[in-house]
Every structure is written in C-alpha cells, then in structure tokens.
T-cell receptor, first 110, second 113 residues
C-alpha cells in the first residue's frame, strides 16, 4: 500500500463547475499538507499549503485537512479551462522528505 | 530569469550509456533535491542536499550519483543506463528547514532505447 493514495482521473468537468480532488494517507505523523499543480511538460508549482487540520482558502481554491480520517481535499470553485492540469497532493512530517500522491488529471471543458 | 534551471531538457540515449543532468538555482536556497517522475506521473524523491551535505538518499541504484559542488548547483550522473531509467527527472530547491515549499525546474526527459 502506498503512503499516499490519489485517484489518477482523468476528471472532466464543464467550465464553472465545482471540482473536488482528494487524497488519503496512512502515516499519522504527517502534519504538513500541500497541493501542487502541474501543467503539461512543466514542473509542479505550489498551490496551497496547510499545517495540521482545518481549512484554508485562497481565492477560488479551498484546502481541507481531516487528520482523524487521514483525508485531504482541494476544492476549486468556478473552474476555468486554465485550471486544466494535474493536481498532486503532497505531505510530510517535520522532515525534508515530501511524499507525493500520483496526481489527478483535471480537464475543464469550455 | 529562471529560478531553477535544468539542462538538458531532453535526453535520448542507448542502454548502457552514461549521462549527466545539471541543475542550478538562483533563489538563494540551501536545500536542493532530485525527484523522478514516471509515466504515471508518480513523483518520488531520490536525493536531497542541504548546504552541500547529502541528507536524503532514497533506495536508488548506486548507478545514480548526485554531486553538489555548491549550494546553488546539484548534478545527477547516471551510469550504465537501463530501460527502466526512462522518466522525467526534476530538480527542486527550498529554503533551509523541513517542510518548505519546493520550487521545481521544468524537468529533464530521459528516454533510454
């Protein structure tokens, strides 16, 4: 079993839809949780960063962490075609070793 | 003015050859990494250096040898290339301290024939 599980998709939604992306994990020591966005043929870039449990909002993006269920989510409101990318969850304890999910490919149709 | 730059972007080579990938960052970060991304987009850490000291060395064949001549550079040399080494290799950097934001390069796509 992988430490971090993520549905690979692809997830195809119409423009304007609310998108929900999720990851589950097994290591209860994880306390830093991130979402990276990766466009085709590019490197990943940080989208959201959360410490411990709770919600964090940034514009159209909301990250949620539920440590009791070992489950994290990323919500995208009013999705745009420019949001089409692969979204990678990532997490770590207090070390330099960031563990990534396998990524969910999102396609937002105009 | 690229923050993390890797060269070359593309490598096509035969099995058994040796190849190197170079990485440079101009962000003033203390920590640099090599990640490997396979065809299913799974991104896995290989090595990390902090102030030129090796701090992470995952279970990677010893055909892979990283070298950090200074804080701004991290190179990856691969000996005796195998078909399974085909992947995209990403260099990344972060500020000193764990759990920091990673800044990635654009990747070096290696194809072994």
């Amino acid at each position: 079993q992988k430490e971090v599980e993520q549905d690979p998709g692809p997830l195809s939604v119409p423009e304007g839809a609310i998108v929900s992306l999720n990851c589950t994990y097994s290591n209860s020591a994880f306390q830093y949780f991130m979402w990276y966005r990766q466009y085709s043929r590019k490197g990943p870039e940080l989208l959201m960063y959360t410490y411990s449990s709770g919600n964090k909002e940034d514009g159209r993006f909301t990250a949620q962490v539920d440590k009791s269920s070992k489950y994290i989510s990323l919500f995208i409101r009013d999705s745009q075609p420019s949001d089409s990318a692969t979204y990678l969850c990532a997490m770590t304890d207090s070390s330099y070793k960031l563990i990534f999910g396998s990524g969910t490919r999102l396609l937002v149709r105009p | 003015d690229t923050a993390v730059s890797q060269t070359p972007k593309y490598l096509v080579t035969q099995m058994g050859n040796d190849k190197s990938i170079k990485c440079e960052q101009n962000l003033g970060h203390d920590t640099m990494y090599w990640y490997k991304q396979d065809s299913k987009k799974f991104l896995k850490i290989m090595f990390s250096y902090n102030n030129k000291e090796l701090i992470i060395n995952e279970t990677v064949p010893n055909r892979f040898s990283p070298k950090s001549p200074d804080k701004a550079h991290l190179n990856l040399h691969i000996n005796s290339l195998e078909l399974g080494d085909s992947a995209v290799y990403f260099c990344a950097s972060s500020l000193s301290g764990p759990a920091g934001e990673l800044f990635f390069g654009e990747g070096s796509r290696l194809t072994v024939l």
